[in-house]
């Protein structure tokens, strides 16, 4: 495009130029200018929503995992014992304290009955824990015990359980205490029960 | 960059560039859309954009005036896209001014030609031809290189001859 024709151009567009029109008015220039300003403000609510939801959130979010943890920690509900045995004849000497495990509370002793020393524990202790009649609890594999305790599968809770000394001539004794501190002596004949 | 701790110092630094800008944007804006009050509704828009997010709007009169000419443009873009066949077409005949003068219908002429072309090559013809900047400064208001600049004026000047100057059309070269 030659410089003429350019030249040309310009003019027409100058020509045509709107630029020399009266621009904004005060009115239109105060109210653009209130609507613009007024457009700031609310980021700025945002802005403090934005941190308000998200600790929100954040709290909920806390919640439903410690409630979650409590949930799976929360041992399984003690069913109440079947029975609890009382013992009327005299028993043997109670056996030495057994060490609790850490997580078990201590076997108290109840003072009105005493029993007989344990004897050294079987070679083969019981896979199973020996239960009172009518127990309808099914086999539990649990990993081999201790030789000092037996756990009870109808009382879980129980802490510590003594081995009954075995005595072949005296019927077998089975003691446990229960959370509550309650404790229960069974005392098991000789002869198999049918 | 526009930062408000509190929303307050946004809001002085939004309202002084909005005092320093706005005629520049109008006349602008008044050049590249044939109608007025598209004119005061595209500037509003623009400096509303600005007002939602204060931390785009770099530092400085130079670069502020820039940030606002291309949001203005993408603006103009955005509804030139919006409108593809009113713009594809040569627009309707306004109606007639009681008393027509030469310099309205040229006015009238001028902007019909003009909104035919493309948004951003308007705008560098524009801002080059009727506002005078050079090309240096069309290429930094607009965000292209100068070699783009030269090339929608190119362009340009020779849509708007066939246009504005029907008899020098075997002319162009």
Known sequence: ?194 | MIVGDAGRPAAERLAGLFDSHHERLFRLARRLCGDREEARDLVQETFLRAARKPGAVPEGRSSEEAWLVRALVNLCRDRFRRSEVRSRVAPEPGPEPAHPEAAAIARVTVQAALARLAPRRRAAVVLHELEGVPVSGVARLLGVTEVTVRWHLLVARRELAQALLPDREGETS
Do not use: C, Y
């Open chain 1, 1 to 194: 495009m030659n410089e003429s024709i350019r030249q040309r151009l310009r003019a027409a567009l100058r020509r045509g130029d709107p630029a020399d029109e009266p621009g904004l008015t005060t009115e239109e220039v105060q109210g653009m200018r209130r609507t613009v300003l007024s457009a700031v403000e609310e980021p700025g609510r945002r802005r403090f929503l934005v941190p308000v939801l998200a600790t929100a959130a954040a709290a909920v979010v806390l919640t439903l995992t410690v409630a979650l943890a409590l949930w799976r920690s929360h041992p399984r509900q003690i069913a109440p014992p079947e029975r609890i045995v009382t013992v009327d004849k005299p028993l043997p000497t109670p056996s030495p304290p057994i060490p609790p495990s850490p997580s078990v509370p201590p076997v108290h002793r109840a003072p009105e009955a005493p029993v007989e020393p344990p004897k050294p524990p079987d070679p083969a202790p019981p896979s199973e824990p020996v239960r009172p009649r009518g127990s309808e609890r099914p086999r539990q594999k649990r990993p081999a015990p201790r030789a000092e305790e037996v756990r009870l599968a109808s009382a879980p809770n129980v802490p510590s359980v003594a081995e009954a000394p075995e005595e072949e001539p005296q019927p077998r004794q089975i003691q446990f205490s229960t959370p509550g501190g309650t404790r229960v002596l069974w005392t098991l004949a000789s002869e198999p029960i049918l």
